[in-house]
């Protein structure tokens, strides 16, 4: 990999990469294979040695822990298929924890110290396909505290030539950027390759139609069995930074081409452009407020959510993030006995880049001379480069270890330095009250307390013991709070012990807020201790982080919900009459609801938006073709907060504002016009999370002329009313679907690895069950509208059968025909999302709302429950008790315009698995 080190003092937009599946089919398609059975373990000394395996083994299954040992053997017999002959074969190893050594068929591919990240290894040469091969994992404990072990092994194969990976640096322009793309290829075969390298830069503005993209190709020539670099550079005269409350990603996309112009590989990324430093950290004195944290060259704090994960510190800093990062990490929380894989620190750091949540990695203090050191710190600091979500190190071990750690990572004479560039912030891990900051750019505080008066009269005494250690440098401070809920406790005391967390963390909050050098105040939930049986010592806690599902569930809501409380007013509504038509124009304000979030943290309304929807109870009987555009019963929109707002940096944000007129058919045969309908609002993040709803029943009559308008709020959450049942419904399943299918969501249990629906940008994830969904070409009834069905797609393995939503135009066959609705069956991973989809009619075009719940939940905004089924696969291959379904969703048509096309959103979350356009059957 090439990488390009901009002096210091220049102003750094880092570019961080997050791996992402290319829309469509693949040139450079990934075979896996998972060694899942046959293995065995036996206890060893330490170091391993290959000339020294033990004499007698067990039979295990993994993930498998050592016991007291402090080194094991794991060993597996496998075939490589045939046709893997020729193609480039790596080695992927997950431990848990501890140093580990590889081999495959006698020859050791490498070994690395205790790193949270997958070890993958080149096995190509070692690798023998058409035959059995045998694998040896050694590895040993990192301490007594915390036993090592393996958590899964698997191979993974591709194209002989392609693309290995990006690497990317960027100058911030005063307009712009100058984005410096570097790129590896290797030819695994045994042929000389000449052809062509495009690369492809892609920003999806909002307003852009089409999107964005700026190209640059290379011709190359690469010998057999070698490898070469390719450098381009783009100027992208619309560039936008990475925040966490606007986690805006480019894509970048590397296609090999051979000179016929065929694809023979091709690698996606997202990227994400953003500046991390820490300004004046080593000016100021003890007590002093030298130290300032800067993002994208402001200074930012907040408040947040933490959550302690292997290898990382994970911060929430937006409404929402808690939770779905806790409903991410909930199926693999192997201490409550759930089934399923624990993910990898990547694919963690994949989601934080999506979801705007910032990450700080762990840097293990090694002694110098520990096995695969350096390749462990290589490793890291690659990783880091491709992730704008991490905004830094944090170093621990004994003092003396962490400052040779941080020689290290600083050693600009080693090749770590360029994976560093530009170089991120470098901390300590501070114990309770006691901390050397010399040499460090920042520290992290760690400490755990009880929701209480005396932890709350004591708060501002601990904060300037912290920062009197500090010298001067930043403070990030995790407050690790015990919930002292219980199952089975009074709703009463539950509600008692939620008011007396808010008060807790409000007092916290604002103490925080009087302490410049405290970047940030991060909350970590967590479940009360159980109660001591009997007299004796108080037992030894448990060792490494907190069991991420056992944080308490009150305390989570509460954190989650006072630290980043946006609240959406009741929107004003203003109606006059217009003939035989409603005029209604609505407005929206949104803003920050406490004194915690407007002073302490770095909180923004710019970016996020207001969708709403509107149903009429009881739609009045069609006027017939000549009814106007714009007058549907049901009828929707998203609209942009106003942007004059500036962001709240040092204190404060004011409002956010959007405003829509929109127009409702008066009902024929009534003398007041009247009509009854749901209004309902939603504060929507910028990647389509709803933070707050409002819903009200809206009630229009027509007097004199004049319109009158009552508002009723409706205090329970329910999804909109369906339209009526309607037995003369003829439905046209829209086939073109098929042909852009990108996704294979859907596994049966004799191939449990073939699907992968909630991790598409990784090898493995979870998925459907085959077994358990309708047969291919079933009809699917959607419950409450009669005669609204969907056509089942193809389920067999190998075969893509979603559309993973990314621009994709569906176009109808001529001649063109007239709709009332297009109705969509399917879901999303990682939270439920809203995104505009647009309408081609013959004179024109429109937008429509589209909504899918998340696959794991139940519909909770106006979606139609269709399928739900009560198991999965997970990642691992594994049956899973876990609920998940497909949900439907209506999007509104003018039945008085000829349909052309359906274009899909860019929202790759959103899996569409069929799509049936409606309208009234002719008598």
Partial sequence: M??????????????????AMAAGPAPDAVHVLAVRSGWEYAPAAEPPALEQLPATWQQVTLPHRLGAEPCGFFRASFAVPAAWAGLRIALVARPL???????????????RAPAALDLRLDATRAARPGTRNTLLVAIASPGEAMRGGLGACWLEASSAVGVDRIAASASRLV???VVDVALDLANGSRERFEGRVELALEAQVEGAQPPRVWRRASDVRVDAGQAASVAQSFEPDTSRLWRPDDPFLYRLTATVQTREGQAVGQLTRRIGLRSVEVAGAHAGGPGGTGGRWLANGEWVRFGAVAFTVPGATLLCTQPGQAGALAE???????????PGRAPSLDELLDFCDEAGIVAFLDVAAWPPETPGGREALDALAA???LHPCVWGWVVGGELDAARAALARLRDASAPLAAGLAPRLPVGRAMPDLAADAQGFDFLLCRFTTRVGREDDDA???????????????????????????APGMEDRLKAELRTRAEASLAHRGREAERRPLIAALAFEPRAEPPPIASAGPEPLPAAGPPPLAVAGPTLLGVADSRLSPFRLHPPHHEVRAEGDRFVIKSRFEAHLASPVAQRLPCWSLVGYRLAWRAAVAQPPPRQGPGQASGEAQATSGLLPLSPSYPRAVEGGCGPGRAETEWRLARAPGAGDGACDLEFVAELQSAAGRVLARHRAKLSLRAKGGKAELSVQPLEQAAPAPPPPPAANVECVHLNALAGHFNNDGISWRANPADGNFDFPSRASGASFIADLLPKKGALLAVPGNEGVTFRFPDKDDRLRNNVLCDGQRLQLARPYGSFEAAWFLGACHDGARSALLTIDYEDGKAQGELRLADWLSRPAAGEIDVLRLSARHAGDGKEEARDCGLVAWRVPLDPSRKLMALTLPRERNMHVFAVTLTRTRNP
């Avoid at 068929?105 to 070994?111: I, R, V």
């Avoid at 001067?472 to 809920?485: A, S, Y």
């Fill in 2 to 19: 090439v990488w390009r080190l901009i002096p210091p003092g220049t102003l750094l937009a880092a570019v961080a990469c997050a791996a």
């Fill in 383 to 385: 990783e880091a480069a």
């Fill in 328 to 338: 991410r990490l909930a199926p693999f929380d192997f201490a409550q006995g759930r």
């Fill in 97 to 111: 924890g501890g140093s580990a050594w590889v081999w495959l068929n006698g020859q050791l591919l490498g070994a």
């Fill in 459 to 485: 708060y501002g005494r601990r904060l300037d013991d912290l920062i009197r250690d500090a010298a001067g440098k930043p403070l990030i401070v995790i407050d690790r709070i015990n919930d002292p809920t």
């Fill in 175 to 177: 307009q712009g950027a």
